[in-house]
């Protein structure tokens, strides 16, 4: 009997690209911009045309180890929520208020389970538009599978409708601190501008990504299971619970968006939320204590995954290859047409999120070097930061090196292997509307 060929353990992917950075920076030759601080952005930003050749840096097989560690102390802020994340909501479910709240929910929509996924997929997709969730929803991942269980929809359905519309959210959407306000503002285009145009796109890619996946998502294996409580009422502790877990991430979104949080902060909110959780629930100290220490366990795999994708960018940072990436990448784009231009740059700002994961370090990278490409081909720097958004923000559905991907299937138990055979299809037609946009951008924004 033949055997079944077996995937590769996330750990054992992101390992291997890892193994592979290392390779390139004996084969792609070393080079940098020069750089300088923005005052608008407070970042510092490439000067175009200031690429040259450096000499040759290749990491050695002892780095490239040493590299392992340095990510994840590099990621160790993005660890640090991802644990303390795990730890609050482990409380919370603890507490049973998650289960009461899903035999709420799955009472209230037994005849209606789509129209509950279709509301999930608009939340997350707000909540993308916002603070480009993501690394957030890993520790929600075992409510989440949860909820799969009990309205008989696949795990990789329900984690599609969730990150895949937080995704969504944050590349078409207009209003992503994290990724398209910072682009606008390093291409000196006005923030918030060209938000009806998006909103279009939004919404058409919104739906049809997440009726796919409510055509696609019912899970025959594991029907409907029909143990669950009927409740039709929540018990006031439980409601008081579930306020406080929705009242923690409205002040979240408010401190990300008006008081310049990050990951610090975020962890610090979420971590008062535990304790207080605990002692609704009447936990008791060492309960809580207990439940928190738990949660943590569940959650350090996914917070070694996130510190993985960092250690690839660092050993293409050591090598000095990232900039040599960009230049090869985006210099053949400047003497194309306007649409060609522009769909050139969505196909580069994709590539290139592989070796450079973070969204944000994307848009400061590149949006210096293509504005003044978009003013030499005649369009709009506003066509510029969507080929962006496109390009890198979609990839985040693609890419093994977003830890947060990554971390959220290991969480939810999927194989990478399953979410690609299961999602290529839709994430191509996602690629088809970014590019349809951007043929209409180049007229819309003249």
């Known amino acids: 009997m033949i055997k079944k060929a077996t995937f590769p353990h996330p750990m054992v992917i992101m390992l291997a690209f890892v193994v592979l950075a290392t390779i390139l920076t004996y084969v792609i030759p070393a080079g940098k911009f020069e750089r300088r601080l923005d005052p608008t ?9 200031s690429y040259s050749e450096t000499e040759s840096r290749p990491v050695g097989f002892w780095n490239m180890l040493v590299k392992v560690p340095e990510g994840i102390i590099a990621g160790a802020d993005v660890v640090v929520l991802i644990l303390i994340l795990g730890g609050a909501f482990y409380i919370v479910d603890k507490t049973g208020a998650f289960q009461a709240g899903l035999e709420f929910l799955v009472t209230r929509f037994e005849s209606a389970t789509s129209l509950l996924l279709s ?5 997350f997709a707000a909540a993308g538009a916002l603070n480009g969730l993501q690394e957030e929803i890993i520790a929600m991942v ?3 599978m949860i909820l799969a269980r009990n309205i008989g929809y696949s795990s990789i359905s329900v984690i599609a409708i969730s990150l895949g519309s ?3 959210g944050g590349s078409f959407g207009p209003s992503n601190p994290f990724s398209v306000l910072i682009a606008q503002k390093v291409a000196d285009v006005e923030v918030f501008s060209g938000g009806v145009f998006r909103m279009i796109f939004l919404v058409l890619a919104l739906g049809f990504w997440i009726v796919y996946f409510l055509r696609t998502g019912k899970d025959s294996v594991n029907p409907i299971s029909g143990n669950l409580l009927k409740s039709t009422k929540l018990a006031p502790f439980h409601q008081l619970i579930l306020l406080l877990v929705a009242a ?3 002040i979240m979104i408010v401190g990300l968006s008006n008081w310049n949080w990050g990951y610090n902060e975020m962890s610090a909110i979420f971590f008062a939320m535990g304790l207080l959780v605990g002692w609704i629930g009447k936990l008791g100290v060492n309960g809580t204590a207990k439940a928190y220490s738990e949660g943590f366990s569940e959650m350090i795999f996914a917070g070694v995954i996130v510190g993985l994708a960092r250690s690839i960018y660092l050993v293409l940072n050591e090598g000095q290859i990232i900039d040599t990436i960009i230049y090869g990448l985006f210099t053949p784009v400047q003497n194309l047409p306007a649409s060609a231009a522009g769909l050139g740059m969505m196909a580069s700002q994709a590539l290139l999120h592989i070796p450079v994961p973070s969204t944000s370090g994307q848009a400061v990278l590149t949006m210096p070097l293509l504005a003044p490409v978009a003013d030499l081909t005649g369009m709009s720097r506003q066509v510029v930061v969507l080929a962006y958004q496109y390009g890198a923000g979609l990839m985040d559905l693609v890419t093994p090196s977003n830890g947060a991907i990554m971390a959220i299937l290991a969480a939810g138990k999927i194989s990478y292997n399953d979410w690609i055979k299961q999602a290529w299809k839709p994430i ?3 690629f088809g509307f970014g590019a349809l946009s951007i043929v209409c951008a180049v007229w819309y924004f003249q």
């Open 41 to 49: 952005s407070e970042r510092e930003i490439v000067i175009p045309g």
């Open 119 to 123: 509301m999930l997929g608009i939340v």
């Open 142 to 144: 075992p409510v989440l």
């Open 166 to 168: 937080a995704v969504i």
């Open 248 to 250: 923690t991430f409205a």
């Open 428 to 430: 191509l037609v996602l």
